[in-house]
């Protein structure tokens, strides 16, 4: 197909991201914006020179003029809009998680393996330039076998609002959004398959309904350990990944990759080009007609030990302490 027509869900501040990667692409169609609430969408419409601004889902499912949807919408409705944009036959790009639970993420991987459409899931640190350099690094086998990674990431959030200082309508969440980004990359970058997992979670927060604290340590079956830890409540925001090596240690911060004290990486490159790169492996998987490089079953691998931990809280502790308000 020559131009692909694209309805982008949401318009806060990662729709922003997507359409700006998009607008830098041949061949893209700024269909519709789909949104909840019909001012915003009506002036992100018109901001991004979209055709149409709708607040009516099943509308954009119907129209069989839209090939591609990218889902940023809350959390919450990920699994309901993926569900019914592949049932629509629709090729989707959708934030994490997947899905807020292992089995929504696992019925939509098996879903999506009987689907002509395409389903990729928007692990975005995969395609940040310092992120593909690392890999590349590791791969390369000059620092030899990953023994431990540390990789940490905290901020304040006592309220429910986004990065963008915007109140949300919805809750986010530490473990199963965030979580999802720092386990995921753990995997990528250490290449094996996880053999088992622990953790804790912070009781739920009485205002946000969520854990603010989670801590996981996986064992990975080429015997490397990793150590998850992410914070809502750091005053002062830290983030970053360690890596001790067999013939060294890489310390991983921001855009600069360090090794045995020297400097190996530094790239300018922001946010933007990494979700540059990610959408257009999206749509690049659609006109070659192949699997993206992200797809749900990566995605449900990164999920899956978040929720043995969820579930352990649930099993060894008192459920009302832990539980979520979301059923998938």
């Known amino acids: 197909m020559d131009t692909l027509s694209c309805c982008v869900v949401g318009y806060g501040g990662i729709a922003d991201f997507h359409v700006e990667a998009l607008k830098q692409m041949d061949g893209i169609k700024l269909h519709t914006v789909m949104g909840r609430r019909s001012e915003p969408a009506e002036a992100f419409r018109v901001k991004h020179g979209f055709e149409k601004a709708t607040t009516n889902y099943d509308a954009v499912m119907a129209d069989k ?62 395609f940040d330039p310092a992120g593909i350099f690392l890999k590349d690094f590791v791969t390369s086998g000059k620092p030899g076998r990953i023994l431990q990674h540390q990789h940490y990431s905290f901020w304040l ?58 801590s996981l340590l996986m064992r990975y079956q080429n ?17 970053g990944n360690i890596f001790i090596c067999e013939n060294g240690t890489i310390n991983h911060t921001g855009k600069s990759i360090v090794f045995n004290g020297e400097t190996i990486f530094e790239t300018d490159d922001s946010a933007e080009s990494a979700i540059l790169t990610q959408n ?15 797809n749900a079953n990566e995605a449900l691998a ?21 539980k979520r308000q979301w059923h998938v």
Not at 197 to 212: A, D, M
Not at 225 to 235: F, G, H, K, M
């Open 65 to 126: 003029t839209i090939d591609a949807v990218i889902i940023g919408s809350p959390s919450e409705v990920h699994y309901e809009q993926t569900i019914k944009a592949l049932e629509a036959g629709k090729h989707v790009l959708v934030e994490i998680p997947l899905a807020l639970s292992h089995k929504g993420a696992r019925d939509l991987a098996g879903m999506a393996t009987k689907s002509t459409a395409k389903l990729m899931v928007a692990h975005t640190r995969r």
């Open 223 to 239: 015997e490397a350990i990793a150590t998850i830890s992410l914070s809502y409540n750091a005053s002062q925001s830290a983030k």
């Open 280 to 294: 257009r492996e999206f749509i690049d998987a659609i006109r070659e007609d192949r699997a993206p490089s992200c």
């Open 157 to 214: 959030r006592h309220h429910n609002v986004g990065w963008t200082g915007y109140q949300r309508s919805w809750t986010d969440d530490v473990v199963f959004h965030h979580g999802c980004h720092l386990v995921d990359f753990s995997r990528w970058i250490v290449g094996a398959p996880i053999r088992r997992v622990s953790g804790e979670l912070s009781p739920l927060h009485s205002e946000i309904g969520t854990s603010l604290d989670v």
């Open 302 to 322: 990164s999920l899956t030990p978040l929720q043995q931990v969820y579930e352990q809280m649930i099993t060894l502790e008192k459920e009302a302490k832990y």
